[in-house]
Structure formats: structure tokens, C-alpha cells
């Protein structure tokens, strides 16, 4: 579960839920995700014939979520073999979709971070985006120090995979990014550095 | 002053732009150039009637290429409280006023990837401005102006001259109606519609938007309310220890700042929220007419937006 945070920057993913009123669904998911798209779509199969999933096993691809949300029958599936080819299809219908169209994204928080990064260019305000955190807790992390990105990142304090940094996981969130924010851990006192935690398994 | 820095204003030029509509053209007192504002800001325009203080927003249309002046539309309206009245009747060029600093309310939103901007009548005043900054930014956009017939566009000219082909014009005498449904389909994902007009535009258009499947996020609206009167009840105030009468044709800010209390606003007119108030306690019935708080919250019964909402009953106890 996601817990609340003071830093007002942490996102937070309200859940899945069709809108009624969307001419076209546009369905962004990765891993677990497929099961809250299951779940939601589940209870409004009529939108399904106006509906476009997306879909990267990532983690889970032994499940057979594949299977299952093809089994919707939508209007589109396309099973993408990675976040990154995922996001390139997901970016060329970006460009061509309509207003009407409602976006879905949902996955691990790196993953719904990167749909709503690249539907930002387009003019999609984030609010308007139907979000749902599903599977792992993993950030994505972004140095603020060498600026490098680090994926996946489970436990604070952590290395910086680029500068070597020992950095401290911080829930202020880049939007734009998609990544939490890590910064150096024992500036003050070189070499002392709290246990390390595995806050995000 | 609650209300942010004045600026002493005097009127440069008076245009009748329709029987019923005027523009001014207010140009700073002090020879200073007036502050830079972003399209759909608004100014309050505080009026002297016989010591008596009228204060309306107005949208501001346009700042002068030198900086020196803005100008405003007034349309005239039958039922005013003496604001547009006295802007039209008492008026005159080189009359002085007293403005506040431009705040916005009702800005472009600068990530779309189009703009849409639907006025009717007098609504055309914020949209004049945003459209003239959309073209100098070079941004995809469109109007959408209706209006009752074609001597009752004022800004209709204007309009098609500056922006062209991207002006649609409706006119109610000939039967042209702003459809929605035929407006809305095919705008490019990342599109944000704004409307300014009478209520009742505003209403189906907002809800077109939505019954087309566009996000909330994305439908963007302002209106300015006139304080509805209403029967007149009494405002204690427990912080100044002061009690006032609030008359049938008064709002309740009014009276509180004939009392002497200086109370937060800023737009006057129910949409931006800076006066809400905590309401200790009252006899009678909340009436909220304002467009700012959440159902709930007017439910609740703990919080009024002094400027446009008031008591159906004896007495009404403010936290001020």
C-alpha cells in the first residue's frame, strides 16, 4: 500500500475506473497492472469496443495477465515487449488521438510515471489521467547531484548508479522526470550512512 | 487595502460600441505604465456614488502597446445594482477611478496543444484578450462568438479582422446556435475549451464538453455574479465586536465594510474564493450563491463567501 506522505509532490493513484463519458479508452499498463485493467473493465464491458490496451509484462510475464486481458476483447490489443517499446507506440497514438479519449495508466510507479511524462507534451493535464499502482513499490530515482537516473531502486540509502554517491530516497517527485529525487546521504559526515532500508520492495 | 495595491486610473476615451455596451479606455493617473497582466485577468473598478462604494470586476480587454492604458467593457445592465449604471451614466472622459492590481482567474492553459474559446456577449471581454495572446504566441486556436443580432456584437468586427477564419460568428436573431456537439469531436488530444457568457451558455457548454468525453481538467469557465439581494438580516462580527445591518440590495462584504472592518476579496463576484469566511453561527438559512465552494462545504454551514452569498434570517455571526 501506499502510504501518505507530507512531501506534496508524491503522486498519489486513485485507482482505476472507466469514464462513462470517453468516446475511446486508451489503456497504458505493465506487469500487475493488467489485473486492476481486468478488474475495472470488467465491470463496464461496453466501453471494451472503444478501447485500446497497451500492455508490457515486465516482471510478471510468467502469469499469463497476457492471456487474460486479451480475453477482454478489446477493441486493440498490442502486447509491447518492453516499457520502452510500449512507450513509442504509445506516443505516436498520443499524437493522433482526439479530445475524448480517456487515458489509463497503470503498473509500477516508474511505469505510470513514464505514461504520464510522455502524455504531458501533448497538453494532457496529469489530473486527467486514471491511474492505479500495481506490483512493486520500486522508484525510479533520479541523483540530484550527477542528474543520473537509477531504475528500480528498492531499498534508502542507495548508490548512485552513475556518480557512486550514497544517496537517501527522498519522496519529492519529479513529474516531468518521473522520478523520486535521491540526494547524498553523508554530505555532513563523510562515510556515516544510516542502515540501509528496504522501504520499496 | 484587502482587495492588493490600487492604482488610480483616469478614463481616456469612451467608446459606445452597442446600444447597450461601452468600452473605456483607462489610462494611468499618474503617467506610470500600468502593470503587464496575461489574458482573462480582470480588474475591480471601485466607483464613488455619493460616498457610497460600488466595486465590479471587469475583464480587461487589452493593454496599450505603450503600457499606459487598459480598457474595459461595461455592458449596461436593467437589473444592476448601480455599478454598470453608474459606469454608463456617470462617467465621462477624464472621470477618475480606482482599480486593483489585475488578478487572474480564468488563464490560458499554457501546455495545450489548442485552444478553444467560446464567448456570448458581454463574455467576450477576457476571451478578446486571450485570443490577441494566443495569436502572438503563434498557438492553434479558435473563436466562437455568439451573439443576440449584429448590432449587438461588439467586438464582433474586431474579432474577424485580427483573427480571421478563425472567428465563427452566431447570431441568436438568425437562428444560429453554438452547437457543441459539432464543435468538440476531432480536436486534437490536449485541447482546453474556455467560455465566458450568460449562465445558461455557460451550463450547456460545460456540459456538452463533458458529454463528449472531454476531462473536466480540460473545460475552463468564468463568471462574474452581481450579489443577489435578498431579504435584509443582521452580521455580528465576534473578532471586532461589531454588529451591522445588511440591506435588501446590499452584500453582505458591503456591509462589512461600511462598518468600518476591512474583510478579504478580491474578485467580488463569487469565483476566486479569498473572502470565504468561517460562519460561527446563525438563525435562518444559508443562501450561497457563489460558484467556489464544494457542495459540502455549503452544506456544512461553517463557511460563506461574504461577497455574493447571504442569511435568509435574523442573524448571522462572522468570524472576522
Not at chain 1, 140 to 148: A, N, S
Not at chain 2, 64 to 81: E, F, H, M, Q
Request: with cysteine.
Amino acid at each position: 500500500m501506499t502510504t501518505l506522505s507530507d512531501i506534496k509532490s508524491r503522486p498519489i493513484y486513485a485507482g482505476l475506473k472507466v469514464d462513462d463519458m470517453a468516446r475511446r479508452h486508451l489503456v497504458a499498463a505493465e506487469g500487475e497492472g493488467a489485473l486492476a485493467v481486468i478488474e475495472a473493465f470488467s465491470r463496464a464491458p461496453d466501453a471494451l469496443d472503444r478501447t485500446t490496451i497497451l500492455y508490457c509484462p515486465a516482471g510478471s510475464a510468467a502469469m499469463g495477465h497476457d492471456t487474460a486481458l486479451a480475453d477482454l476483447n478489446p477493441d486493440v490489443f498490442h502486447l509491447a515487449p518492453s516499457p520502452q517499446t510500449l512507450l513509442v507506440r504509445l506516443n505516436v497514438m498520443l499524437s493522433t488521438a482526439t479530445m475524448g479519449t480517456r487515458l489509463y495508466a497503470t503498473g509500477t510507479e516508474g511505469f505510470i510515471g513514464a505514461v504520464i511524462a510522455a502524455a504531458l507534451p501533448f497538453g494532457v493535464d496529469h489530473h486527467s489521467i486514471y491511474t492505479e499502482h500495481r506490483g512493486s513499490l520500486a522508484r525510479r530515482v533520479q541523483c540530484v547531484h550527477c542528474k543520473g537516473m537509477t531504475e528500480n531502486v528498492t531499498a534508502t540509502p542507495f548508490t548512485c548508479s552513475h556518480c557512486g554517491l550514497t544517496l537517501f530516497v527522498r519522496d519529492h517527485y519529479s513529474r516531468r522526470l518521473g522520478a523520486f529525487q535521491g540526494v547524498c546521504v553523508d554530505a555532513e559526515e563523510p562515510g556515516v550512512i544510516p542502515p540501509v532500508e528496504e522501504l520499496y520492495k | 487595502m484587502s482587495g492588493g495595491v490600487e492604482i488610480t486610473v483616469r478614463v481616456a476615451e469612451i467608446e459606445q460600441a452597442t446600444a447597450s455596451v461601452k468600452r473605456f479606455r483607462l489610462a494611468s493617473a499618474s503617467g506610470e505604465p500600468l502593470p503587464v497582466f496575461s489574458a482573462g485577468s480582470h480588474v475591480v473598478v471601485s466607483m464613488d456614488d455619493g460616498g457610497h462604494r460600488i466595486r465590479n470586476p471587469y475583464s480587461l480587454i487589452d493593454r496599450a502597446p505603450d503600457g499606459l492604458s487598459y480598457r474595459i467593457g461595461v455592458l449596461r445592465t436593467p437589473n444592476s445594482r448601480g455599478g454598470s449604471i453608474f459606469m454608463h451614466e456617470r462617467v465621462s472622459v477624464g472621470s477618475e477611478l480606482v482599480i486593483t492590481m489585475p488578478v487572474n482567474l480564468f488563464p490560458l492553459i499554457r501546455t495545450g496543444r489548442k485552444h478553444v474559446l467560446v464567448a456570448g456577449g458581454i463574455g467576450v471581454t477576457p476571451i478578446y484578450a486571450m485570443a490577441d495572446e494566443l495569436r502572438s504566441q503563434n498557438a492553434p486556436y479558435e473563436v466562437h462568438y455568439a451573439m443576440r443580432d449584429e448590432a449587438n456584437g461588439a467586438f464582433a468586427a474586431e474579432l474577424v479582422e485580427r483573427h480571421g477564419d478563425k472567428v465563427r460568428l452566431y447570431r441568436d436573431d438568425a437562428r444560429e446556435i453554438i452547437r457543441v456537439e459539432e464543435m468538440l469531436p476531432n480536436q486534437p488530444l490536449g485541447t482546453h475549451l474556455y467560455v465566458c457568457g450568460p449562465e445558461g451558455m455557460i451550463n450547456a457548454i460545460l456540459a456538452g464538453g463533458r458529454a463528449a468525453g472531454w476531462p473536466v481538467e480540460n473545460l475552463h469557465s468564468e463568471r462574474f455574479l452581481a450579489p443577489p439581494g435578498g431579504a435584509p438580516f443582521s452580521v455580528a462580527l465576534a473578532k471586532a465586536g461589531i454588529t451591522a445591518e445588511v440591506g435588501p440590495h446590499q452584500s453582505l462584504l458591503e456591509a462589512i465594510e461600511e462598518a468600518g472592518v476591512d474583510a478579504p476579496y478580491l474578485c467580488r463576484g463569487g469565483a476566486c474564493g479569498q473572502c470565504v469566511t468561517t460562519v460561527l453561527s446563525f438563525e435562518g438559512e444559508l443562501i450561497h450563491n457563489d460558484h467556489y465552494l464544494t457542495d459540502e462545504e455549503k452544506a456544512s454551514g461553517t463557511k460563506i463567501m461574504t461577497c455574493v452569498s447571504r442569511l435568509n434570517g435574523r442573524e448571522l455571526v462572522l468570524d472576522l
